[in-house]
């Protein structure tokens, strides 16, 4: 399994050469465990971009434990979060 500081290290190393898009593809075709981690809104927040922030959007949500604070309450899955990529 990929921590997320490692998956955060191989986005800057990558985005030195590509786009936030291109890492997202890469972290797709990798099949990196985060891509189906369950986050909460709260600890997903801060993954989003501000543009995203603004954006009041209806997702899918589910009762089930965050992977970041282990909580049990509503969580959805990291795709929401830019699987847990921070830009
Ligand atoms: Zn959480």
């Given at each position: 399994m990929i921590s997320i500081p490692k998956l955060k290290q191989d986005f800057k190393d990558f985005k030195k050469k590509y786009s936030r898009e291109d890492f997202i593809e890469f972290v797709k075709q990798n099949d990196?465990?985060?891509?189906?981690a369950l986050v909460c809104f709260d600890c997903g927040r801060?993954?989003?971009?501000e543009k995203q922030k603004e954006r009041a959007g209806v997702v899918t949500a589910q009762k089930g434990e965050c992977y970041?604070?282990?909580?049990?309450k509503m969580v959805t899955s990291s795709r929401h979060f830019n699987y847990l990529v921070k830009t």
């Open positions: 990196m465990k985060e891509i189906n801060e993954f989003l971009t970041i604070c282990k909580d049990k």
